[in-house]
């Protein structure tokens, strides 16, 4: 059905080498005397696009990850690093960060895996392979939460009895013979490192000694800036312009200075105290494989060291000590860093903010179910004006209402009452009537704010329009407004900006306890709130409310409200003068047509407008035919997983990709849990864009270009669990198909050529098994 593209090519001929050369025998040991001297880079491609995609992050199945050669020394673990009912802190295990030898790894609990334990499970997936095209067997389940037995070498024989069809690759497709004897004669030999150390080029080595020089500048106001740039780029993939496209580099800290070897300070959390002795800012090279979920990208190069002169450095500010260290400093950080002008930090996050807001859904956190359903499933996201923000042009702003603006993260170290008042929103409501008043008091606000108040970018940066896509557990963002006009939109200020950093990003601990967890999913859900009535503020007075209702419908949704002491304030006035009876999609259509071809003012597939419209006359442009599907209600909808990716393929021409998002509806986001329970299904719509978005596809539809009507038709005729199996049947790739690997192969090749330093593995943990009678919703 799919044709194998360049990489699938590489793949086969790369394990047809191996196979060749070891004229491959289950039973011989000579396999491993023949390859002990080969090269084992080719390994490494097989290993990225059939292990990695599912054992990365720390959601990786018993924590293997297998991104680099040390975590496969590392090998797996019976620990659960998510555990929503951990009483207290668990040990960190971060690769390349809690330990730094095997015999460490193994006191914290991890059991080897190589070479026995992996040749083992690769022989078990072997012998007992599935059926293709076929669901996979009840016993293997896919839900993240299952109850992994994670076999230590000793366990095996066990495991292998009570999980016969639990061999590896889990629950998928085989592997081919190529590869599995590539992999099996790899790991006869001892599984050698795949990968050989990264040159770097002389010229990038010289920018790397003059921003580690800059960084660790001595003079107090340069140490206030470089802490608060690593607390706020510590999790960045660094890459310098005109760089390799697949060279990054961490920002860390180390108690060694430059040119000397790194030694990285571990910490919980960036703003934790380093220690008395002195440390310095090093920039090291990223050396494990990049896997999209993780992958959070800041370029760096000349003109960005000039930006950050002029925001920090020329500006006139003094400082006569430095602030200390720890979760009440890290709680505040108006207060950590209110000597910096809070116009330099607030430009310093929307000069790059589509990636401060991936930050909040990307990053080492992976499992996030009850963390991203504090939002809608899609929704667009502008930024207030710093010149309109009271926060940036009125001094005592912060100095007066900086005590409401401290998170739950400073309590995180008190007793049980502190912890307490983590989950408590009393800050919040005094925050709330302090800023209502500032702004009814300021003389520039009595008019209200108009569309200068929306930042547009200052006619440059698209970063200033974006639009959050939620994907039940995870998230995707880009810039611009995508889709049909949003449920909701949020307008983003600065106290919002750098409290939502902090309390997902910097002061979120993946080991904490449950009461962490707690407090920060439930302070999330204030700043949505607010986010969200800074976008109310932008209405007609009259419609404030009545919009407001609409997104907290139900019983639980009035609850919340009421809980939150929530008043809708149609007391302050609009700015604007709107000329139509939709003023939601006036306002957020208007704010298209400020940034002076930054963005696409229309959305052919999903917002067409004009003779953009026009009906499919053929199967000659797949974009047509499925702005039938895009924007949509119907009962059809509510059976497409979260995100598929639908690959359009016609003879050998170059294939088409789009991503398919279903929008779920919702009465309300107000509660973290029984999500089913606040479902509209009915109100489920389809996102369609072109391209790739998002990093864990749910299913894959490959399509030849002549049957797009058929497939679009077949769509929308769903009624039944039965139809969309025969959907699947006709359309889809099973996790069994023998398709599955190449098609996979084929999106991360696309991958690539959309974007090769934004390009990642993706990760296929969360790839569907339709199955016969399953609920839709």
């Given at each position: 059905m799919v044709q194998a593209r360049a990489l699938r090519k590489r793949l086969i001929l790369a394990g047809l080498a191996a196979f060749l050369v070891c004229i491959w025998d289950a039973g011989s040991d000579a396999i491993a005397q023949t390859e002990t001297s080969k090269s084992w880079s080719n390994v490494r491609t097989v290993l990225d696009h059939r292990c990695v995609v599912c054992h990365s992050c720390y959601d990786a199945p018993c924590q293997l990850k297998l991104t680099s050669h040390e975590g496969l020394l590392r090998g797996g673990s019976k620990l659960v690093v998510y555990d929503t009912k951990r009483l207290s802190d668990a040990q960190p295990t971060r690769l390349g960060t809690d330990a730094q030898s095997v015999a460490e790894w193994r006191t914290l609990g991890f059991h080897s895996v190589a070479p026995g334990l992996l040749e083992r499970h690769l022989d078990l997936g072997r012998q007992n392979g599935l059926a293709p095209d076929a669901p996979i067997p009840d016993?293997?389940?896919?839900?993240?939460?299952?109850?992994?037995?994670?076999?230590?070498?000793?366990?095996?024989?066990?495991?292998?009895?009570?999980?016969?069809?639990?061999?590896?690759?889990?629950?998928?497709?085989?592997?081919?013979?190529?590869?599995?004897?590539?992999?099996?004669?790899?790991?006869?030999?001892?599984?050698?490192?795949?990968?050989?150390?990264?040159?770097?080029?002389?010229?990038?080595m010289e920018q790397i000694a003059e921003w580690e020089k800059f960084l660790n500048a001595p003079d107090l106001r340069s140490q206030l800036m470089s802490r608060y740039l690593y607390e706020h780029l510590f999790l960045a993939r660094l890459h310098f312009d005109g760089d390799s496209p697949r060279r990054f580099f961490h920002l860390v800290r180390s108690r060694t200075p430059s040119g000397e070897g790194i030694d990285v300070i571990a910490s919980r959390r960036p703003f934790d105290d380093p220690g008395s002795a002195p440390f310095h800012y090093r920039l090291q090279l990223v050396t494990e494989t990049i896997v999209h979920k993780e992958h959070l990208v800041y370029p760096l190069g000349p003109d960005r060291m000039a930006r950050f002169r002029e925001l920090f450095l020329l500006p006139q500010w003094t400082l006569a000590e430095l602030p200390g260290y720890g979760e009440a400093e890290g709680g505040n950080p108006f207060s950590t860093f209110s000597s910096i002008p809070p116009r330099s930090r607030y430009e310093f996050l929307l000069d790059d903010a589509l990636f401060f807001v991936r930050s909040f859904i990307r990053g080492p956190v992976c499992h996030g179910q009850t963390a991203v359903n504090v939002i809608e499933d899609r929704f667009w996201v502008s930024f207030l004006d710093p010149d309109a923000d009271l926060s940036i042009t009125d001094p005592s702003y912060l100095q007066d209402g900086g005590t409401f603006l401290e998170l739950p993260v400073s309590n995180s170290d008190g007793g049980l009452l502190s912890q307490l008042q983590g989950l408590s929103h009393s800050n919040q409501e005094q925050y709330l009537r302090f800023r209502d008043a500032r702004y009814q008091q300021s003389p520039a606000h009595r008019a209200g704010f108009d569309y200068d108040a929306i930042w547009d970018g200052d006619g440059t940066n698209p970063n200033a329009l974006i639009t959050v896509f939620r994907h039940f557990d995870n998230a995707s963002a880009m810039t611009g407004f995508h889709g049909g006009i949003?449920?909701?939109?949020?307008?983003?200020?600065?106290?919002?900006?750098?409290?939502?950093?902090?309390?997902?990003?910097?002061?979120?601990?993946?080991?904490?306890?449950?009461?962490?967890?707690?407090?920060?999913?439930?302070?999330?859900?204030?700043?949505?709130?607010?986010?969200?009535?800074n976008f109310l503020i932008f209405m007609p007075q009259p419609v404030r409310e009545q919009m407001h209702l609409s997104w907290y419908k139900g019983f639980l949704g009035e609850i919340r409200t009421y809980w939150h002491r929530r008043r809708v304030d149609d007391s302050f006035p609009s700015g604007i003068a709107y000329s139509t009876d939709a003023p939601k999609q006036e306002f957020l259509l208007s704010l298209l047509d400020r940034g002076a071809g930054l963005w696409t003012q229309t959305d052919p597939i999903n917002r067409c407008g004009g003779t953009d419209c026009a009906p499919p006359t053929d199967d000659q442009d797949p974009a047509q035919t499925l702005r039938l599907l895009a924007d949509q209600t119907g009962a059809w909808v509510q059976f497409l997983p979260d995100l598929s990716v639908l690959i359009v393929n016609k003879d050998d021409e170059e294939a088409h990709i789009f991503s398919l998002i279903h929008d779920k509806a919702h009465d309300n986001v107000a509660f973290m849990f029984h999500e089913a329970a606040r479902r509209d299904p009915q109100s489920d719509k389809l996102t369609i864009l072109p391209g790739l978005?998002?990093?864990?596809?749910?299913?894959?539809?490959?399509?030849?270009?002549?049957?797009?009507?058929?497939?679009?038709?077949?769509?929308?005729?769903?009624?039944?669990?039965?139809?969309?199996?025969?959907?699947?049947?006709?359309?889809?790739?099973?996790?069994?198909?023998?398709?599955?690997?190449?098609?996979?192969?084929?999106?991360?090749?696309?991958?690539?050529?959309?974007?090769?330093?934004?390009?990642?593995?993706?990760?296929?943990?969360?790839?569907?098994?339709?199955?016969?009678?399953?609920?839709p919703t």
């Open positions: 016993e293997l389940g896919l839900a993240l939460n299952r109850p992994l037995v994670c076999p230590s070498p000793d366990e095996f024989d066990e495991f292998r009895d009570d999980h016969p069809q639990a061999g590896m690759p889990y629950a998928t497709a085989p592997l081919s013979d190529e590869n599995y004897a590539l992999l099996k004669s790899w790991a006869r030999a001892g599984t050698p490192p795949t990968t050989t150390p990264d040159v770097i080029p002389d010229d990038i949003p449920e909701t939109a949020w307008v983003i200020d600065y106290p919002i900006f750098e409290r939502i950093y902090y309390n997902l990003v910097a002061g979120y601990d993946v080991f904490g306890r449950i009461e962490h967890q707690l407090s920060t999913r439930l302070y999330m859900d204030e700043l949505r709130m607010e986010s969200e009535d978005i998002g990093s864990y596809p749910n299913f894959y539809f490959a399509v030849e270009q002549n049957q797009m009507m058929r497939f679009v038709n077949a769509i929308k005729s769903v009624q039944t669990n039965a139809d969309w199996l025969q959907v699947v049947a006709e359309f889809g790739v099973r996790r069994t198909s023998p398709d599955f690997w190449a098609l996979s192969d084929q999106v991360h090749e696309f991958l690539t050529l959309q974007d090769a330093v934004q390009a990642g593995i993706l990760d296929l943990n969360r790839y569907k098994d339709p199955r016969p009678g399953e609920d």
